[in-house]
Structures are given as C-alpha cells and as structure tokens.
C-alpha cells in the first residue's frame, strides 16, 4: 500500500557542520632581544624628533629611488652611489660653474618663513652604508661694518673668520698634529706651560701671516680636534651673490670620511649671508655615516649663526671684522659667556654642538683601524671638467 498523503514525512537525516573549535594561538616569537631592540628603536625615532626640534634643523631623509630627484640640488649635483665623494668633487669643476647655480636654487630656502627657533634645512639619504647630504642655513644680516670685506671679491677675511668659531674652534694650522697632541688646550692637563704658549704663539702667527697674506683658504684646517684639509678654493659672483666655497677632504685624523665643500653666501641685494654644504663619503666604522647626515646641520648653522651673532656685538662696539680674523685660536672665553647671556639658545646649541668633539680621537683612532678612504685632497685626476657647447646661431645662448 502507498503512504498516505497525510501520514508523517519519514526524517531526512542531514548532516550539520559544527564551527570549527579555535586553535591554540601559538606561542609569541618575539624574543626579548627583539622587544628590547623595537622600544629602543621607537624611542630613538621619538629622540630623534626631539632633537631635531631643538636643534632647528629641517631633515627631509630620502631614500636612494628618491634622494637623486628629490634632493635639495638634485638637477645640478649628479648623485654618484658608488663613489659619493666624487659627486661632491664634481662641483667644482669649471671654475665652480655648478657651485653658483647650487647657490641660487638653495638660497631661497634660507629665506623662507621658518618656525621660531629654526636654523637651518638639510636633505640627506636614508638606509644606505655611505652618507649624502645637502645643507643650507638659515640667513643672517650682515652688518654695515662687515659689508665691505664680503662684497670684496679678493677678500679671504669672511671665509677665515667663519673658521674661527666653528665649535668648539677652528682655524688653519701648518700640519695635522698626530694623535698624540690636541689642539684645544685641556687645562687639566699636566705639561710645560711654556711649550703651550710657544705653541700657542706660533699657531697665532701662522693664522695671522695668512691672514695678511689673502691667500685663498687652503692646507690643514682643525676643526676641534680633527683635522680636514681644504682645496680647490675660489671665490665666484654675479650681479646678486658673491660665493666663498672650498673642497674640504677629511685627514686621517678625523672620525668622519669623505668630502664636503664649504659655500659662504653673500647677497648683495639685502646683505645677508648664508651658509651652504653639499657632503658626500663612506665611513667604514658602522653608524658613523647616519651620525653625519643626522649632526652636520647643527655644527654648520651654529658655527654660522654664532658668526651671525658675534658680528652683530662687534658692529656694536665697532671693533672691525679683524677681531673675529687676528689669529686667536677658536672663540674667545668672554666672547662664548656674552653669546650665552643674550641668545641662551645658541649658545647651548654650541655646546651640544662642540660636544661631538668629545672621544673624536678616539673615533679616528678606530676608523683608522677599519680603513679610511678620504685622507687628503683629491688629485687634478679626480677633478670631472665639465664642458658647455654653445650654438653661436642661437642668441639666447650668447
């Protein structure tokens, strides 16, 4: 017999999915080694944003697919990755064409509006084991006493006294001393007083016999108690600017490596200065290349407002540019106690800045050790002349 049509439906057996029971999470690979290095790493960045901030300087870091292009300069410096030193070298071939065209692209930036307290705008490359680095500081007024030296297109004067006061000091010496002897004079150190004057007096006399000479800026330099030596000085204007610049090439006594050409920069249209470095070089002592992008702002905007700054009290007073260019070696005492009653800021910007010459030896001893590249200046074989063809039918050319 059928079913009846009524009579109960026999039940379908259906199978139901039951949700599948979470697993285990698995345990934490983060060992404490990586935790300990993450929050180093996040507090260094958040240091790094404080200290920025104090010392004014602007960093824009770039990475190598964007540093060539996006660079500060970019258009005229031709960024060489496997030899960053020669991309600064370069520079300076015919006659410091491409130095004058850096300058007018970058001057603009030392005077735009900046937030209070900045100093300076510098571009560098990120994540590579060598350093590059454009640097312009900020713009200061020059005073009338000082206007006639720098519009004086033979005159060394501003470029010597801008050495002065690099921090802690700096000057031209007659040779790089070796690592035994300093130059700055450590008071608690015991040795003859008398050899420490007569050292001191012969250094005066040699910076003084330059100095009278208006010879362009060359030879041994100490910066603290590092050594670079300059080169391939000139001095370049147009209608607009007159542009002190000198190759300067890391010695053997130095921690960093590599080349930086120095550029002082006088506008005549409203008489203000800036200064300007273009740095390029490898370092085979780890972090010190990162180190060189991070601090060269701060040492070259203090050294360059500390000259802005000691102008404006010697105009005052008027003493003449001679003071800040009679051979003293480094910042007078007096000079660096008045600095810090009337701009407090600066001169603890100096401090911090001449800090990094602390353990300098030390850190040249060791890149001794691993190996230097730059040791003096570059050959005439490392100097890429640069020749401009010119259509003589084309007028806008001529």
């Given at each position: 017999?059928?079913r009846e049509p009524w009579g109960p439906r026999p039940v379908r057996k259906e199978t139901i999915m039951q949700p599948e029971q979470p697993k285990?999470?698995?345990?934490?690979?983060?060992?404490?080694?990586?935790?300990?290095?993450?929050?180093?790493?996040?507090?260094?960045?958040?240091?790094?944003?404080?200290?920025?901030?104090?010392?004014?300087?602007?960093?824009?870091?770039?990475?190598?697919?964007?540093?060539?292009?996006?660079?500060?300069?970019?258009?005229?410096?031709?960024?060489?990755?496997?030899?960053?030193?020669?991309?600064?070298?370069?520079?300076?071939?015919?006659?410091?064409?491409?130095?004058?065209?850096?300058?007018?692209?970058?001057?603009?930036?030392?005077?735009?509006?900046?937030?209070?307290?900045?100093?300076?705008?510098?571009?560098?490359?990120?994540?590579?084991?060598?350093?590059?680095?454009?640097?312009?500081?900020?713009?200061?007024?020059?005073?009338?006493?000082?206007?006639?030296?720098?519009?004086?297109?033979?005159?060394?004067?501003?470029?010597?006294?801008?050495?002065?006061?690099?921090?802690?000091?700096?000057?031209?010496?007659?040779?790089?001393?070796?690592?035994?002897?300093?130059?700055?004079?450590?008071?608690?150190?015991?040795?003859?007083?008398?050899?420490?004057?007569?050292?001191?007096?012969?250094?005066?006399?040699?910076?003084?016999?330059?100095?009278?000479?208006?010879?362009?800026?060359?030879?041994?330099?100490?910066?603290?108690?590092?050594?670079?030596?300059?080169?391939?000085?000139?001095?370049?204007?147009?209608?607009?600017?007159?542009?002190?610049?000198?190759?300067?090439?890391?010695?053997?006594?130095?921690?960093?490596?590599?080349?930086?050409?120095?550029?002082?920069?006088?506008?005549?249209?409203?008489?203000?200065?800036?200064?300007?470095?273009?740095?390029?070089?490898?370092?085979?002592?780890?972090?010190?290349?990162?180190?060189?992008?991070?601090?060269?702002?701060?040492?070259?905007?203090?050294?360059?407002?500390?000259?802005?700054?000691?102008?404006?009290?010697?105009?005052?007073?008027?003493?003449?540019?001679?003071?800040?260019?009679?051979?003293?070696?480094?910042?007078?005492?007096?000079?660096?106690?008045?600095?810090?009653?009337?701009?407090?800021?600066?001169?603890?910007?100096?401090?911090?800045?001449?800090?990094?010459?602390?353990?300098?030896?030390?850190?040249?001893?060791?890149?001794?050790?691993?190996?230097?590249?730059?040791?003096?200046?570059?050959?005439?074989?490392?100097?890429?002349?640069?020749?401009?063809?010119?259509?003589?039918?084309?007028?806008?050319?001529?």
């Amino acid at each position: 017999m059928g079913r009846e049509p009524w009579g109960p439906r026999p039940v379908r057996k259906e199978t139901i999915m039951q949700p599948e029971q979470p697993k285990d999470p698995k345990p934490s690979t983060l060992t404490i080694s990586d935790a300990v290095q993450k929050n180093l790493m996040f507090y260094a960045r958040i240091s790094m944003r404080y200290f920025d901030l104090f010392t004014g300087i602007k960093i824009r870091k770039h990475q190598r697919d964007r540093f060539h292009t996006a660079s500060l300069g970019s258009s005229i410096i031709k960024w060489d990755y496997d030899n960053p030193e020669q991309s600064v070298r370069d520079l300076t071939a015919n006659n410091g064409e491409k130095v004058m065209e850096f300058v007018k692209e970058a001057t603009p930036y030392s005077k735009k509006e900046k937030r209070l307290g900045a100093t300076g705008f510098t571009d560098c490359l990120s994540g590579e084991k060598f350093h590059m680095y454009t640097h312009v500081s900020n713009a200061v007024p020059v005073p009338v006493p000082f206007q006639s030296p720098f519009a004086n297109i033979k005159s060394w004067m501003p470029f010597r006294a801008l050495l002065s006061v690099f921090p802690p000091v700096g000057g031209e010496v007659p040779e790089v001393s070796r690592l035994g002897h300093v130059v700055i004079d450590d008071s608690m150190a015991e040795g003859d007083l008398s050899k420490e004057i007569e050292r001191d007096n012969a250094l005066i006399e040699y910076r003084q016999k330059r100095l009278t000479e208006n010879v362009p800026v060359s030879g041994p330099i100490a910066l603290g108690n590092v050594f670079v030596k300059a080169s391939r000085a000139s001095i370049l204007e147009n209608d607009q600017y007159v542009v002190r610049y000198s190759l300067m090439s890391t010695s053997d006594v130095h921690a960093l490596d590599g080349e930086a050409l120095w550029m002082q920069v006088y506008d005549k249209s409203d008489k203000t200065t800036t200064f300007m470095a273009v740095g390029g070089g490898r370092n085979n002592v780890p972090g010190l290349d990162k180190l060189n992008n991070r601090t060269a702002g701060l040492v070259f905007s203090t050294m360059h407002h500390t000259f802005g700054a000691l102008m404006g009290a010697i105009a005052k007073s008027n003493t003449g540019v001679l003071e800040l260019t009679n051979g003293v070696p480094g910042i007078a005492w007096s000079q660096s106690v008045q600095l810090l009653r009337d701009n407090p800021v600066l001169g603890t910007r100096r401090g911090l800045a001449a800090g990094f010459d602390v353990g300098s030896r030390v850190l040249a001893m060791v890149r001794q050790y691993k190996g230097m590249n730059v040791v003096d200046v570059p050959g005439d074989d490392d100097l890429v002349e640069i020749s401009v063809t010119v259509d003589p039918l084309d007028e806008t050319k001529m």
